[in-house]
């Protein structure tokens, strides 16, 4: 089946830090690649994605680029701040052939950025 | 534009009750999904829907019913709660159930405990 792989946290980094959450992913077909971001006592809401090999999503300074060579999709972003403070998450849609059939997550990575 | 919506915010529930969560969208997306979200887990799929009128099994479906009699309403019911269902639960849709590109927007969640 389908599933997704992402380091563990808490990451604790220091403001204007590069960050690197690394996601990689077991599908079968051709998944879209998404990275969603929950904020303390909030629902999910898309950060970025991909939707076929080699694309890059890119929203608020973060990047990822989905590689099938490495079947992952790792989130990057230069010099963060205390407002990325918050759970991000991994997931793939679409792997087996369409349909509504959800999202795969992965366990999330709790991000603190400290001042 | 509300987006999506979920009642109630959160429950205390006694175990052996019947509990219903209501999922509203007003952005008349045809497919909506119910995941669960617990510590460690990420978020698992429950049920689907593709449509109005028809529903579907996702990774985490026992003890659990969906109906979508309509576009915007798809609710959650437990017949009969237990401990194990203690969880956050949230509510997505996406413009097409068959466009596996689509992105999924998330209502707040609704925090159920069980006794």
């Known amino acids: 089946g389908n599933s997704v792989t992402q380091m563990e946290g808490p990451v604790t980094l220091s403001e204007e830090a590069f960050l690197t959450i690394n996601c990689t992913y077991t599908a079968t077909g051709y998944p879209s690649l998404f990275w969603y971001v929950q904020y303390p006592g909030e629902g999910l809401q898309l950060l970025l994605k991909?939707?076929?090999?080699?694309d890059k999503g890119s929203n608020k300074g973060f990047e990822a680029t989905y590689r099938k060579e490495t079947t992952s999709f790792h989130l990057e972003k230069g010099s963060v701040q205390v407002s990325d403070s918050a759970v991000y998450f991994c997931?793939?849609?679409?792997?087996?052939?369409?349909?509504?059939?959800?999202?795969?997550f992965g366990k999330g990575t709790h991000l603190i950025i400290q001042p | 534009i509300a987006g999506i919506t979920q009642a109630p915010t959160s429950q205390i529930l006694a175990a052996g009750r019947r509990m219903t969560l209501r999922c509203t969208q007003d952005m008349r997306h045809n497919a909506m999904y119910w995941y669960r979200q617990d510590l460690g887990l990420g978020l698992r799929l429950i049920h689907y829907s593709n449509t109005a009128g028809t529903t579907g099994k996702g990774e985490v479906p026992d003890g659990y019913s969906v109906s979508r009699a309509n576009t915007d309403d798809f609710p959650l019911t437990l017949a009969s709660a237990v401990p194990s269902q203690t969880s956050v639960y949230f509510c997505?849709?996406?413009?097409?159930?068959?466009?596996?590109?689509?992105?999924?927007?998330f209502g707040p969640g609704t925090r159920l405990t069980v006794l």
């Open positions: 997931a793939l849609s679409g792997a087996s052939g369409g349909g509504a059939d959800g999202l795969t």
């Open positions: 991909a939707t076929k090999a080699d």
């Open positions: 997505a849709s996406s413009v097409d159930g068959g466009a596996t590109t689509d992105t999924q927007y």
